[in-house]
């Protein structure tokens, strides 16, 4: 039987009907659910409120499921996603499959279903949560579920750019993160100067030491942790 969690998560539907009736469903599950009723506005709550578990329909107004999905993915490789849609195209399922999502559920969604679906994802999240506390140096540590710097177990006091940028390249260690990757997640709406990603990352190297981040000269950035 699926118990209730601490996790919160993103409903994705355009039909108001379905998005009432599926959240009523899911309530007693979560700690919060946050809808929206377009990819756009899911894109907006999930960069905003960074829910743990995410599920969206396919067929949306301005913006997709799918492409609410490779959007996410950019820059959020781990945080489970649900897929509904009335429809079973092959090539659905094989992007649904490049995408790392946790389920492709077809619609009218079943509960035994869903609720399978939901008791993966909880799996997930639970593992990806285990370990949260990165070592960037001997004496630096990065909390990715508490967004902290830690020095010598005190918390360090650093701007909202600055813990992006170490969470971004933490979320992706062992690749290079390309300056528009860096860009999209760091500033968001707003337009990155190359000056302004530079001073960034020399802030952050002061503070972490500067072989812990790398750049690939017209690539981006690549992050190395100390075991």
């Known amino acids: 039987m699926l118990k ?5 998560l993103l409903f994705v539907e355009d039909e108001s009907m379905i998005r ?4 009523s469903l899911l309530r007693p599950y979560f700690i919060d659910i946050y809808e929206a009723s ?7 709550i999930y960069n905003e409120k960074k829910p743990d578990l995410i599920i969206t329909d396919i067929e949306m107004p301005n913006m997709d499921g799918l492409t609410l999905c490779k959007e996410i993915r950019q820059e959020d490789k781990t945080t489970p996603i649900l897929i ?8 659905y399922l094989l992007e649904a499959v490049t995408l790392n999502l946790v389920r492709y559920l077809v619609k009218p969604m079943q509960e035994k279903e869903l609720f399978e679906a939901l008791r993966v994802s909880f799996e997930h999240i639970s593992t990806n949560k285990q370990s949260t506390l990165i070592n960037i140096t001997k004496e630096y540590k990065y909390d990715t579920f508490n967004h902290t710097l830690i020095h010598n177990n005190e918390i360090v006091t650093i701007t909202n750019y600055q813990h992006k940028l170490i969470s971004i390249l933490i979320k992706n260690q062992g690749r290079i993160v390309s300056y528009k990757e860096i860009e999209s997640y760091v500033w968001y709406d707003k337009v990155m100067s190359s000056n302004a990603l530079r001073s960034l990352v020399r802030d ?6 500067k072989e812990s981040i790398e750049n690939i000269s017209k690539c981006g950035y690549r992050i190395h942790l100390n075991g």
Request: aromatic share 6%.
């Open 38 to 44: 377009d990819g756009v506005e899911a894109l907006d």
């Open 20 to 23: 009432r009736i599926a959240i």
């Open 84 to 91: 509904t849609t009335a429809y079973t195209s092959t090539d």
């Open 4 to 8: 209730k969690s601490k996790y919160t």
């Open 204 to 209: 952050v190297r002061k503070l972490v030491g």
